[in-house]
């Protein structure tokens, strides 16, 4: 299994800024870089992008093309060395890749559908070479400067992808479209699989950590000290701070400036690689699920609408003791609080709409929540109107 630290968004190089974060509170907004390439077929424009206003503070606009003039106070973006466009240039998209679901800072549109699934063109050789495949596990990051203190900037991981399979022809793209929700995908053109080089796209594996109910590929909800590589936020960031299991064994780094801290930790300098290997060993593997471990509360998970068998829900529970003698009136607040833990436990996964409350259940409730008795009987009240309906 492989391990790949995969740089993503904009930079020095590309973009010409770093993506903003807020070092205090950790939100941040992840840029993807620019583009005029032609066989990417399909096209976003940054003002496509729709985005949460103000969500880091100071920062307004409605797209991200209005975040990026906000952020810069110019239109301006870097494409290449010596080579600008305005950010509204009609023959400049942004490539937004990867996809790994809607990210927290992103309202999602109807014509712009954010699908799940990493492409790799220029160093899809390279991922070939060191056998990336199925299994193995790409942890996205990026460059991320504050928007409160122009010294304070780092390298951080954002996101994440468990790879299930390896897409390796327009032919097997069209097979898992739907599926992935990959229409916009700017990887899944005809155009892209008939260039001379590889092509590839990668779609995530349904758990990363199905027991700790992480997804096989997502966001962090917020950026903090535990997701940063650099080893210094305010010098040399692209100087890394790594557990010793990956010394002298990345891929892509200037290694003779490998480092033995003594700590456990390792530190070298990177180079301009975008996809750093590694052989994912047992003390890695044991370090991959502590780092998440740290970040469960850290896991975005969209917000969805509530359902209208909440809304019954909340009625049964208003009305119950009128519905059956010997109810007790349950106060507003308090069917409140149980339409909250109901939809809890919905989004974190640890009831999907059980039929009875058995001991595997009661073990998952009891693992996540001190007061674990009312999160019980928040299920006992909702088995009792689904069979009152």
């Known amino acids: 299994m492989k391990l790949v630290l995969s740089r993503k968004g904009f930079d020095s190089g590309s973009g010409g800024c770093f993506s903003p974060y807020n070092h205090n509170t950790g939100k941040y907004i992840w840029f993807p870089i620019p583009e005029k390439v032609n066989s990417y ?17 100071g920062l307004k606009g409605t797209n991200l093309s209005e975040v990026y003039k906000s952020l810069k106070g110019t239109d301006r973006v870097k494409l290449r060395e010596n080579e600008y466009a305005s950010i509204n240039d009609d023959e400049l998209f942004a490539h937004f890749d990867p996809m790994l679901g809607i990210p927290p800072w992103i309202r999602e549109i109807e014509r712009f559908k954010i699908g799940m699934g990493f492409g790799q063109f220029n160093a899809a050789p390279h991922l070939g070479k060191h056998n990336v495949n199925q299994g193995s596990i790409f942890l996205f990051f990026g460059g991320f400067k504050s928007t409160l203190n122009k010294k304070i900037s780092g390298h951080y991981i954002y996101g994440w992808l468990k790879v299930k399979k390896r897409i390796e022809t327009y032919k097997q793209c069209k ?22 080089q590889k092509n590839y796209i990668f779609v995530p594996d349904q758990w990363l950590f199905e027991d700790l109910k992480i997804p096989g590929c997502g966001y962090f909800t917020m950026l903090n000290d535990q997701l940063l590589l650099s080893n210094n936020k305010e010098a040399n960031i692209a100087t890394w701070n ?18 033995n801290t003594q700590d456990g930790y390792c530190t070298v300098k990177t180079g301009i690689g975008q996809e750093f290997v590694t052989q994912l060993t047992e003390n890695g593997e044991k370090w991959l699920r ?7 509360n850290n896991i975005y998970r969209l917000e969805t609408a509530v359902s209208n068998d909440i809304l019954d829900f909340k009625d049964y529970l208003t009305q119950k003791h009128l519905l059956k003698k010997g109810e007790k009136k349950l106060k507003p607040e308090s069917v409140e609080q149980y339409i909250s833990r109901l939809e809890n436990m919905r989004r974190l996964g640890i009831f999907n709409n059980e039929k009875q409350i058995d001991s595997a259940l009661v073990e998952k409730i009891q693992d ?22």
Not at 41 to 57: G, M
Not at 242 to 259: A, C, D, I, R
Not at 290 to 296: W, Y
């Open 242 to 259: 790594l557990p010793n299991f990956f010394y002298k064994s990345l891929t892509q780094v200037h290694h003779k400036t490998w480092q």
């Open 368 to 389: 996540r929540y001190k007061d674990w008795k009312t999160y019980v009987k928040t299920i006992e009240h909702y088995l009792a109107f689904i069979s009152y309906k």
């Open 290 to 296: 502590g780092l998440f471990l740290k970040n469960q």
């Open 175 to 196: 097979e898992i479209l739907d599926k992935y929700s990959l229409d916009h995908h700017p990887h899944i053109t005809e155009a892209a699989f008939s260039r001379n």
């Open 41 to 57: 077929l399909n096209h976003i424009r940054y003002s496509d992008i729709l985005v949460k206003n103000e969500y880091i503070s």
